[in-house]
């Protein structure tokens, strides 16, 4: 079955197809989920679930049958945003009411709206529940021009300030905080289509399931100063005047073999910060005595367990938040994972790969600068991950920020997680695999001849084309990771003079007349300059020339680019060369570990003259500038002068995250490097 089946009731949807060669893949949508939302639960089907594919319909639809074996609760998979102080948007509202139950308190619709405290907040009432219940909103702080919402409760029995027909104190004995304010939505749009086709009830066949939907999110402030100014008018009735927030747009696509795409757009109708992650994954359905185990590439310890290896999930006993500190590299953040139900033999039952694609605001460079407090998160009580497209990011009015997560259910056996996902525009080929291996392949037939583009770090041995049966590779080191973008192969405009040669190799990075430079004032300070290189080239050695001795050492290495300031990434280096001594003449070279990957396009050389400043080296430089722009800052005082690059000012040791302290004149050094 290399086709979707979608089954489907008014905005019930169950999306079938073949995922191994004797079983197929259920999965739930529900048009109609919490306050209208799409959800990826419905009553007919609580759970993806697994059948075997001589399944008849009707044993699958409208109810699945005995015959299904349930593998992942999805229910609550569907993405909010988050403000800050409060999730909202998805099947979430704003957690800052207090539901105080009081029997026959007499209130009625002619008392919303109206304000009450206890002695030092005022709180709104926003909802007669019930005859014995009302919901009360939180007062709002305005801090640095964004309104936040507090989560407080009375600390007293409420007493009427204004706006109140029944004017009666309210006791407090019965309150419960932190109550989700509901609706926080409104305006929800959705269109349903299979291979650009309606999909009407019943049974309909295709190769991709697209739904796409849209809705506002109210400011919480807008909705406690529109529900006091239009008292006795229920909120939920007037809706679209309250001052929105930011709009949601959501585009799901689900494609044979159990895969799912998710684009997540946030725009910003006002100021606010912004916390977003496109999709959240409960765990995997367990089988009794056995375990569910998750890898992920490029996160070493955290949370008291190994994520470069298969770790016990069930076993993390705190909430564990995945910061570049956790990182191997911090410019890469956590982008994915790999689980799997293990039965108490040992034996693989069931799994499932999510992680976030390297496009628009989820590419490594640019998430890396708004993930440093948290890139991804698991809870601790609900095993569940949280990948993070931003975290603490403020948006202005008009600003929006847009990522796509993708999730792909697995069977056994495996020992690799090996796919490829397209966003519809491009396709991505992703291995991870635990465990070294001198030769492997990933069969993608599909993709043949397909050039591999790197899109972040990759430590495997990789062919620059995908063979006739695939992508063949090694692990030389455990766990091996990488993704690329798998691109046809259009005429090419020739090779990157003197870097696309033979391994073992030297080339320069810049050729052209020399200088000698002396580092003369230098002394422990970072210098950066752009180098641009038209295509992804590994090297395993650096080399620079001293011309004239001096003491101490230079240190040199690789930062990448950071397409949102024009300047180095902040966070870390792709590379830190180590160092070179400058106490005689001659070409200096660093032996690299290990090769190291030179991203394509811009990145910046930099190095640093340590250990001794009595007596400056000197060192051959290019002659001719790069011609480079230069971000100078908030005025043009530094345009004078010839410049070449940003410096970092006190670097005393190995290269870490940086902060730029201005522009510098010192030219750009004759640099070479070895293809590995």
């Not at 907040?121 to 009302?134: E, G, K, Q, Y």
């Not at 890898?295 to 949370?303: C, H, Y």
């Amino acid at each position: 079955m290399a086709e979707l089946i979608v089954y489907r009731s008014n905005a019930l949807m169950s999306v079938r197809s073949r995922i191994d060669a004797t079983r197929d893949v259920v999965m739930p949508v529900n048009l109609a989920y919490a306050e209208s939302m799409v959800g990826m639960w419905h009553s007919g089907l609580p759970q993806v679930s697994l059948v075997p594919s001589t399944a008849t319909d009707a044993q699958v639809w409208p109810v699945m049958s005995a015959v299904g074996t349930r593998i992942h609760d999805t229910s609550d998979d569907n993405c909010p945003i988050n403000t800050g102080w409060s999730y909202v948007g998805g099947n979430h509202g704003y957690n800052v009411g207090n539901q105080i139950v009081v029997a026959n308190h007499g209130k009625t619709t002619a008392d919303v709206g109206s304000q009450w405290s206890d002695g030092t907040r005022i709180f709104t009432l926003l909802a007669i529940t019930s005859a014995s219940s009302l919901l009360f909103g939180n007062p709002y702080t305005i801090v640095d021009g964004i309104a936040q919402g507090a989560r407080v409760k009375p600390a007293a029995p409420l007493t009427h300030v204004s706006g109140g027909t029944n004017r009666t104190t309210v006791p407090i004995t019965g309150l419960t905080p932190d109550v989700q304010i509901r609706p926080a939505t409104h305006s929800h749009t959705v269109a349903v289509e299979l291979d650009g086709r309606p999909v009407p009830d019943g049974r309909s066949t295709g190769q991709e399931l697209v739904i796409r939907e849209s809705y506002l999110i109210p400011s919480y402030q807008g909705m406690i100063d529109t529900a006091r100014a239009n008292i006795g008018t229920p909120i939920a009735t007037i809706m679209p005047r309250i001052p929105s927030l930011c709009r949601i747009s959501n585009v799901y696509r689900w494609s044979p073999g159990g895969g799912l795409l998710v684009t997540q757009t946030v725009a910003a109708l006002a100021r606010f910060t912004l916390n977003a992650g496109v999709t959240q994954c409960a765990p995997l359905t367990p089988v009794a005595g056995g375990t569910r185990r998750q890898f992920m590439p490029n996160v070493g310890a955290a949370g008291g367990l190994n994520w470069s290896a298969w770790a016990n999930i069930d076993t993390l006993a705190a909430l564990t938040d995945f910061t570049p500190a956790t990182l191997t590299d911090r410019l890469l953040p956590a982008g994915s994972m790999t689980q799997w139900v293990v039965g108490g033999g040992g034996v693989q039952q069931w799994g499932i790969a999510v992680g976030l694609l390297p496009v628009a605001d989820a590419t490594p460079e640019i998430r890396a600068r708004y993930t440093t407090a948290k890139g991804w998160f698991i809870s601790s009580s609900l095993k569940k991950n949280y990948p993070q497209l931003v975290w603490g990011r403020t948006l202005a009015a008009g600003e929006s920020v847009t990522g796509t997560a993708y999730r792909r259910y697995l069977t056994p056996p495996s020992t690799a997680t090996e796919i490829v996902v397209s966003d519809g525009s491009q396709e991505f080929v992703l291995i991870e695999r635990v465990g070294t291996v001198a030769q492997a392949e990933m069969a993608a037939p599909q993709l043949f001849h397909r050039l591999l583009v790197p899109v972040g770090a990759t430590n495997l041995d990789v062919p620059d084309r995908v063979a006739v049966d695939g992508v063949a590779y090694g692990v030389p080191v455990s766990p091996g990771y990488a993704m690329w973008r798998a691109e046809p192969d259009p005429a090419r405009p020739g090779p990157l003079p003197g870097a696309t040669v033979t391994r073992g190799s030297y080339f320069l990075v810049r050729s052209g007349p020399t200088l000698n430079s002396t580092c003369t004032g230098t002394y422990q300070r970072l210098l950066l300059h752009p180098v641009f290189l038209t295509e992804p080239t590994p090297v395993d050695r650096a080399c620079v020339e001293v011309t004239v001795a001096g003491t101490g050492v230079l240190r040199h290495g690789v930062y990448a680019h950071d397409p949102t300031t024009g300047r180095p990434a902040v966070l870390g280096p792709v590379a830190d060369f180590g160092t070179v001594a400058v106490t005689s003449v001659g070409v200096k070279e660093s032996v690299l570990g290990a090769p190291v990957l030179l991203p394509p396009g811009w990145h910046w050389y930099g190095h640093v003259w340590q250990v001794s400043g009595v007596t400056p080296p000197t060192v051959r430089t290019g002659a001719a500038g790069a011609g480079t722009t230069l971000n100078l800052g908030a005025g043009a005082a530094t345009m004078t002068g010839d410049r070449y690059g940003y410096e970092v000012t006190g670097t005393t040791g190995a290269l870490g995250a940086i902060t730029i302290a201005g522009v510098h004149q010192f030219p750009p050094p004759q640099v070479a490097y070895r293809r590995a």
